[in-house]
């Protein structure tokens, strides 16, 4: 692959990246339940700064909003990559854009509105359905007493927390197949997470994720399935959750999927859906592909950075290296609206 950089190189010498990592410690017993599940890993973290300084770029390493914003003045020539994960605030993936935003530093991904959109589960269903794709149907569980619609939700359903990402809130048990289980698992998630809950029609079919890199001149795109050798129709009846996730020896594996798998409704919704977000920069669409149509689940405004990972998995198999996709990262553009000019 020709480099993503060009003949021009990058635009900054320096990437200051926020990340906070995740805690080397055992995993709970319930391990959905961690509320740091969004923080990057020691090795992922490692993996991403040898990329970055591998591309002739200097690191500014911060661990939190408050240190980058308290050292905002020396990087207003730099480039800054937030993988902040925070915990608890519904509001903490849209705290680095803001703050770029209102100390003019220039920054990658999707601003706070898109970081925002993509966290809320109802938000992002209701603009995917509006470019035209497909959604799993769905209702909201606000608060206890909302509960009594579960009895009248079809199964098997999901039940997952509004506000939250990296499967945090999601276990092997949310795949929910009678109405009582369900009942008992939303109380418990209401009252462990302090937040509302969306119940989502359970779709089989293959787990897929559609990934994009906007550049000034294209916007590359991969679709990837996430699956386990030797079991071909292991997401007809398994949820892709949180202890699997970050279980290291684990099983499933991903590969890549020629786009035009997708109809052409869905390349069309899926090439739109960053536009009406705003602009996403570089993101990861997550989906089951069922009766040849994609199913959107949720969209990712800032996928896994780590070579392992289903959005860089998909670039390495045709042919970039892992530092052509954080070159590719570093270089994302989010799409601007122009401005009206006044008149007179």
Same mark, same amino acid.
């Given at each position: ?130 470019? &035209? $794709? +497909?959604?799993?149907?769905? %209702? ?6 909302? !509960? *009594?619609?579960?009895?009248?939700? /079809? ?26 289980? &369900? $009942? +008992?698992?939303?109380?418990? %998630? ?6 509302? !809950? *969306?119940?989502?029609?359970?779709? /089989? ?33 398994? %949820? ?48 089951? %592909? ?55």
């Amino acid at each position: 692959m020709v480099g993503a950089r060009g003949k021009e190189g990058f635009p900054f010498h320096r990437v200051v990246l926020v990340a906070d990592e995740l805690p080397e410690e055992a995993p709970l017993s319930q391990t959905y339940l961690r509320r740091d599940l969004e923080k990057t890993q020691s090795h992922v973290l490692s993996e991403l700064k040898q990329a970055i300084a591998s591309l002739g770029l200097e690191i500014a390493h911060y661990q939190n909003p408050a240190q980058l914003a308290a050292n905002a003045s020396q990087h207003f020539a730099d480039i800054v990559l937030s993988i902040y994960g925070g915990q608890e605030s519904r509001n903490r993936m849209a705290l680095i854009p803001a703050i770029c935003e209102s100390l003019g530093l220039q920054y990658l991904g999707a601003d706070a509105y898109g970081r925002i959109a993509s966290q809320d589960k109802e938000t992002s269903k209701r603009l995917a359905m509006e470019v &035209g $794709l +497909l959604t799993p149907d769905y %209702l909201v569980i606000r608060e206890p007493d909302d !509960l *009594i619609a579960l009895k009248s939700f /079809p199964t098997p359903f999901v039940v997952k927390p509004l506000w939250e990402g990296s499967s945090i809130g999601i276990g092997p048990n949310n795949l929910i197949k009678s109405a009582t289980d &369900g $009942l +008992l698992l939303a109380e418990d %998630l209401l009252e462990a997470l302090q937040q509302p !809950l *969306i119940v989502e029609a359970f779709v /089989p079919g293959r787990e897929v994720n559609y990934s994009l890199i906007q550049l000034s001149d294209r916007t590359e795109a991969r679709l990837t399935e996430a699956f386990l050798p030797g079991s071909p129709n292991h997401f007809d009846s398994h %949820l892709y959750d949180a202890e699997e996730k970050l279980d290291r020896n684990s099983r499933l594996q991903n590969r890549p999927l020629a786009l035009d798998l997708l109809s052409e409704v869905d390349r069309d919704g899926l090439a739109r859906l960053p536009k009406i977000f705003g602009g996403l920069g570089y993101a990861r669409i997550d989906g089951k %592909l069922f009766n040849n149509r994609f199913q959107f689940i949720e969209v990712t405004p800032d996928a896994w950075l780590a070579s392992s990972g289903s959005f860089v998995s998909g670039f390495l198999s045709s042919g970039w290296s892992y530092e052509d996709v954080i070159s590719a990262v570093l270089l994302s553009r989010r799409e601007r609206r122009p401005r009206r000019q006044a008149n007179g």
